[in-house]
């Protein structure tokens, strides 16, 4: 099995409400699950090969709960990964060299079977996870845009957090409000605004989230 690490961060857009019910055990706001990610690595490897600012993104789409399965999947590698690379990401995301539960990208895979070509694509992004602001553009895919979820009173920014101590993602991320728009690939999104988003940093390998 190829040895793998990777530290960087993810904006996520999921169709659920604010706070996804995925991250407390409970069946999906609307019955099904899709999402668009983007994946932003300052540090990591597979194997020999570097993966230092490599940028992906993936496009998912569940008609139940993602553990129900008959998923679809799409995966985008930023044009200027190399051949390498693109391979590389396209392996982690797949949930290969991985242990079996070990990352979020293995328990997506398995239960995607229905994966798309892996797509080439200028990938943008622009986060600031404390002021829980964000933008992702995947050229010719997807772009996503996140801000701060309004206080249900007051209309400010409301902070709030999600702590997984022995989760396969992360240990905690920041909880925002999430909108794609779809421009292309092979999954259309059927909820895509003022809808669960989050920003976590990544720290995994092919055995986990590194301290748990």
Same mark, same amino acid.
């Given at each position: 099995?190829?040895?793998w ?6 904006l ?10 995925? #991250?407390?055990? $409970?069946l999906?706001?609307d019955?099904?699950c899709?999402? *668009?990610?983007?994946?932003? /690595?300052? !540090? @990591?490897?597979y ?9 992906a ?5 569940w ?6 399965g008959?998923?679809?999947? #799409?995966?985008? $590698?930023?044009?200027n ?5 693109? *391979?590389?990401?396209?392996? /982690?995301? !797949? @949930?290969?060299?991985t ?9 997506y ?5 229905t ?9 943008n ?17 997807f772009?996503?845009?996140?801000k701060?979820?309004p206080?249900?009173v007051l209309?400010?920014p ?25 421009s292309?690939?092979?999954?259309a999104?059927e ?9 976590a ?12």
């Amino acid at each position: 099995m190829t040895q793998w690490s990777i530290e960087g961060r993810e904006l996520v857009n999921c169709n659920c409400n604010f706070g996804c019910p995925c #991250q407390f055990s $409970v069946l999906p706001t609307d019955g099904y699950c899709e999402a *668009a990610i983007v994946y932003d /690595i300052k !540090k @990591g490897h597979y194997g020999d090969t570097s993966l230092d600012g490599v940028r992906a993104a993936a496009v998912y789409k569940w008609p139940g709960a993602i553990h129900e399965g008959n998923g679809q999947m #799409q995966i985008i $590698v930023d044009e200027n990964a190399s051949e390498d690379q693109r *391979a590389a990401m396209e392996a /982690i995301i !797949k @949930g290969e060299d991985t242990e079996e539960m070990a990352t979020m990208w293995f328990v997506y895979s398995k239960m995607a079977p229905t994966k798309h070509e892996t797509l080439t694509a200028p990938i943008n992004v622009d986060m600031d996870m404390d002021e829980r602001t964000g933008s992702a553009k995947v050229d010719g895919v997807f772009e996503l845009n996140a801000k701060p979820i309004p206080h249900i009173v007051l209309g400010t920014p409301h902070r709030a957090r999600i702590n997984l101590p022995m989760g396969f993602e992360y240990d905690v991320a920041e909880a925002a409000s999430g909108s794609t728009t779809i421009s292309g690939g092979a999954i259309a999104l059927e909820r895509t605004s003022d809808s669960h988003a989050h920003f976590a940093k990544l720290n995994l390998t092919g055995s986990g989230v590194i301290g748990h």
